[in-house]
């Protein structure tokens, strides 16, 4: 079956612009996180939903990024006033049930550039 | 303090080496312990998990937990030029939902 997907792969946008970031799910998984890798850098934890709520969002690093997940399978990670120190990949994973020794399966990231 | 400390390396190897590849935290709280590959431009995938402390094999990979220490170790006999990528160890205490990682360790194992 398909993976994660996320989409665009790859996006630049002008400092100040606002981006939106796709991840779709492995179908039937209820847990999904969204981290944020920088160069050279482990992934960071940014949000994780259970569900269509928010169960943990206390890795935003301010309130210009917010997330959805509306019908509890495609979210949308949201970036107001991007930054130049946005620029990072940003990686989607779910997982069955959010358990914690439950394999986690990562995107291939959204490669996000702010000039 | 970071959570999670992991030398970045690179590490370079011949194929057939033992390769160590080691992580050490300072969050006496974590019980789960992961080990992840990530290739090139890729997402990570997960390689091996621990529940606490002790020894797991699977394959050519063996992960070691010592909490006394706080230390975590993971272990790539007979190594292949396939391996060679960047791995990250990943942790989590028993409460909230999330996982630090470390930074990576890269790793090129050379034919």
């Known amino acids: 079956g398909a993976g994660v997907s996320q989409t665009p792969s790859n996006k630049v946008t002008e400092k100040g612009k606002y981006v939106e970031l796709r991840c779709d799910p492995i179908?039937?998984?209820?847990?999904l996180y969204w981290y944020r890798q920088s160069l050279g850098q482990g992934p960071e934890f940014l949000i994780y939903?259970?569900?269509?709520?928010?169960?943990?969002d206390s890795g935003l690093p301010n309130d210009r990024f917010f997330a959805v997940r509306p019908e509890g399978s495609v979210s949308t990670l949201k970036i107001q006033r991007t930054e130049r120190g946005d620029s990072a990949v940003y990686l989607c994973?779910?997982?069955?049930?959010?358990?914690?020794?439950?394999?986690?399966?990562f995107g291939p990231g959204t490669r996000l550039t702010v000039t | 303090q970071k959570e999670v400390e992991q030398d970045p390396g690179p590490l370079s190897v011949p194929e057939g080496a033992i390769v160590s590849l080691n992580c050490t935290y300072s969050?006496?709280?974590?019980?789960?312990f992961m080990w992840y590959r990530q290739y090139s431009r890729k997402g990570p995938e997960l390689l091996m998990y621990?529940?606490?402390?002790g020894n797991k094999e699977d394959g050519r990979f063996t992960a070691q937990v010592d909490k006394s220490s706080k230390y975590i170790s993971l272990f790539i006999r007979d190594s292949q030029p396939s391996d060679s990528a960047t791995y990250l160890c990943?942790?989590?205490?028993?409460?909230?939902?999330?996982?630090?990682f470390g930074t990576g360790t890269s790793l090129t194992v050379i034919p």
């Open positions: 994973a779910s997982s069955l049930t959010g358990a914690k020794l439950e394999e986690q399966y």
């Open positions: 179908s039937g998984h209820t847990a």
């Open positions: 990943a942790m989590s205490a028993p409460t909230g939902n999330q996982f630090y």
């Open positions: 939903f259970q569900g269509t709520g928010a169960a943990d």
């Open positions: 621990t529940y606490s402390s």
């Open positions: 969050n006496s709280a974590f019980q789960y």
